[in-house]
């Protein structure tokens, strides 16, 4: 169908149980998906159940929408409940609520990746503002103004003598007792982007 480009991986499927297609209601859910994408854009297949329940006649057609949403490392769910429990009289309702669960789930979902290539691509840095020789152990104030302590034996290719003030240097922090220190140190030199 044309309308909203979808750009996933697989083609998303549309499915309508015991009601007719709806050409509207598919219009509907391509215009939600394609905002979806806003939010990840590696969502590698959409699957969507629209299903009218007709056993409710003194109310007439309730309407349950659920929506299988796949995206790298997770699947999202939304209207997993029973079908009573999510059911709605207008299935316009049943499909924008699935989709307003969806994407508080795909937001999160969003916002947790973001936080894990953050901690990726940058590994803790910082800047050596104190060294002791005669003690063995310097002190690193990191990107984020914390203060750490890293003994000589700590330093990885790099005699402790030959540390110096201000050397930008990468590390990996540990908990040594109660407070944490810097383990595994690397000094950079002066090339290494400083994101203070």
């Known amino acids: ?35 979806l994408e806003r939010w990840c854009d590696r969502i590698l297949s959409c699957r969507i159940v629209v299903e009218a329940d007709h056993r409710h006649h003194h109310k007439g057609n309730l309407f349950h929408v659920r929506i299988d949403l796949v995206v790298p490392g997770a699947e999202l769910v939304a209207g997993r409940e029973p079908p009573e429990k999510q059911a709605h009289e207008d299935a316009y309702v049943a499909i924008r609520d699935a989709f307003d669960a969806i994407t508080r789930q795909l937001e999160n979902y969003a916002s947790r990746r973001r936080d894990e290539v953050k901690h990726h691509d940058t590994p803790p840095h910082g800047r050596v503002t104190a060294v002791f020789p005669a003690q063995g152990y310097g002190i690193i104030t990191t990107s984020d103004d914390r203060s750490l302590h890293f003994h000589a034996n700590s330093l990885v290719d790099h005699a402790f003598e030959q540390v110096a003030v201000g050397a930008l240097v990468r590390f990996t922090e540990i908990e040594d007792g109660d407070e944490p220190r810097a383990s595994t140190v690397h000094v950079l030199g002066k090339h290494y982007p400083d994101h203070r």
């Open 1 to 35: 169908m044309a309308g909203v480009p979808i750009t996933m991986e697989h083609p998303l499927e549309i499915t309508f149980r015991k009601l007719g297609h709806s050409p509207a209601m598919e219009a509907r859910i391509r215009e939600r998906v394609a905002k």
